[in-house]
């Protein structure tokens, strides 16, 4: 049981060299640095601001520390106003919240001073944003995992050709790709639970860097601001940037998959294989047949942008002392700001472009049968039927090409008289088998591969673990927003004055 503390707080006075004088900062560091900050904050770090101060003043409580329930009292009341705008004499948002917590009560602002510093302050705000903002990208990954799941469901029949090193490979189906790529994803979904456990610990109470020698309960702290726990090492708890630096990895991961999606789709759509809706297409001033599928591209130029952003927070947090400093706090939060938002209006952009797409499936077939994307299938029958092993029935269709295009002749037209010319006799029903890209596919039954009869099993698998992705989203997300509910609480108090002459 953590010991109470029993001792009464004298309250801390407002520090007149940052109300009165109106020129204590340089006016770049004002313009560059303080300002930006203010407004980046007011905008996106409010609410964790508040969850966190409110958290810790419930601690004190519990520990005994006199006028801490009243400072959350407080708390929940300003919450709810409209918060002050910018004053240059004040240096940023906590400071402004303290200035107008010491209006109201002055022996409650002392009091929620206690064991208290910006350092594990802003860290603790800097992941409870980051909690929040990777649980919206973990949302809109799960629903694009949906999306590809429900598209490959209609299309387990669709042949394509797929390309490997810029060249027509194989035949396989459009079901088989998607699949691949919902796959991708759900790794990129492990990677993002696993990333949010070790960025949901708690920094408060390790203060200025060393702990507090009031004897305050951190994993209370933590269990107010639904935490998985306090970290163990206060050092650690102010000076960690590994853990934005791994959720950008999480980040770049995703975006460097999806943007070879992009890639694909793009090919596909320039082909005319695959087309987008309406509203997310866009025609020509002068060439009226056009329908650019935009909403790729701009999909493709968020996801680049998303992995510039991510390198930005990296190299924020390369080479500099590792401590409490500015480089992985305040000024590496608007990047990691940009790249959840160029990340999310990628993934939902995508998702939409493959919600309805128009899918020409005779296009595609007829680009597998006029190709030669089945000739492993001929050499799979040739070394069935010789028994020579594939590496013969290999040499001889190579022959059997060069032969082909020496006449200016496709492989749809061989004949069994091509075939005897390089020394294979199969018989006809066999070569055209060989030669039918539907049954390419469906020979393809082994674990992984594109047969129907095995497709159709995995979409279902990758369908439940999708519904256990979500299931456990839902209940974290379920934690998170309790934690919050019961921060936020009710106005207990009623306002006092206004801070610096404006509603606080």
């Known amino acids: 049981m953590t010991a109470r503390i029993t001792q009464r707080l004298t309250p801390v006075p407002a520090k007149p060299d940052r109300t009165e004088e109106t020129n204590m900062w340089h006016d770049i560091y004002l313009r560059a640095v303080l300002q930006p900050d203010y407004s980046y904050a007011t905008e996106h770090l409010l609410p964790h601001l508040f969850d966190a101060l409110t958290a810790h003043a419930l601690m004190l409580d519990g520990c005994g520390v006199a006028h801490a329930a009243a400072a959350a009292a407080h708390l929940r009341s300003l919450r709810e106003q409209p918060f002050p705008p910018y004053d240059p004499r004040i240096e940023d948002v906590f400071f402004t919240l303290d200035q107008a917590l010491l209006q109201r009560d002055p022996a409650a602002a002392g009091a929620l001073r206690t064991a208290l510093s910006r350092n594990d302050l802003d860290m603790t705000i800097y992941r409870l944003s980051a909690r929040l903002r990777l649980m919206r990208a973990l949302a809109r990954v799960l629903n694009l995992r949906r999306t590809l799941l429900a598209l490959a469901e209609r299309e387990v029949d669709t042949v394509i050709v797929a390309y490997t090193h810029h060249q027509p490979a194989q035949p396989t189906t459009l079901a088989h790709y998607l699949g691949a790529v919902e796959n991708n994803l759900a790794r990129d979904t492990r990677r993002m639970f696993g990333a949010l456990g070790r960025l949901n610990l708690s920094p408060m109470g390790a203060v200025a860097l060393g702990g507090t020698s009031f004897p305050i309960d951190r994993e209370r702290t933590a269990q107010l601001l639904a935490f998985d726990g306090p970290l163990e090492n206060t050092y650690d708890a102010v000076s960690a940037s590994d853990w934005q630096v791994e959720v950008a990895s999480t980040i770049t991961i995703a975006s460097t998959t999806l943007s070879r999606v992009l890639h694909d789709l793009l090919f596909w759509a320039s082909r005319g294989l695959i087309s987008l809706e309406d509203g997310l297409v866009q025609g020509s001033s002068v060439m009226p047949q056009k329908r650019n ?124 008289g091509d075939l005897r010319e390089v020394g294979v006799t199969i018989t006809e029903d066999e070569l055209r088998g060989a030669l039918d890209p539907a049954a390419f596919i469906a020979r393809r039954t082994t674990l992984g591969g594109p047969a129907p009869q095995v497709m159709n099993p995995q979409l279902q698998q990758a369908a439940g673990r999708l519904e256990a992705d979500a299931a456990q989203h839902a209940q974290l997300t379920r934690r998170f927003m309790d934690a919050r509910t019961h921060l936020h609480g009710e106005p207990a108090l009623p306002a006092g004055p206004p801070a610096h002459g404006g509603t606080a």
């Open 293 to 416: 599928p935009v909403a790729l591209e701009h999909a493709r130029t968020k996801f680049s942008k998303a992995i510039g952003m991510t390198q930005s927070v990296i190299l924020s947090s390369h080479n500099v002392p590792f401590g409490d400093i500015n480089d992985p706090g305040p000024d590496m939060q608007p990047s990691l700001h940009s790249m959840w938002q160029e990340f999310r209006e990628g993934v939902e952009l995508l998702t939409a472009s493959l919600t309805a797409p128009t899918i020409d499936r005779n296009a595609w077939l007829f680009e597998a049968r006029q190709g030669e994307s089945v000739v492993t299938e001929l050499a799979d029958a040739i070394t069935r039927q010789t028994g020579d092993g594939f590496r013969d029935a290999h040499a001889r269709i190579k022959r059997l090409l060069a032969a082909l295009h020496a006449q200016g002749r496709t492989l749809s037209g061989v004949t069994l």
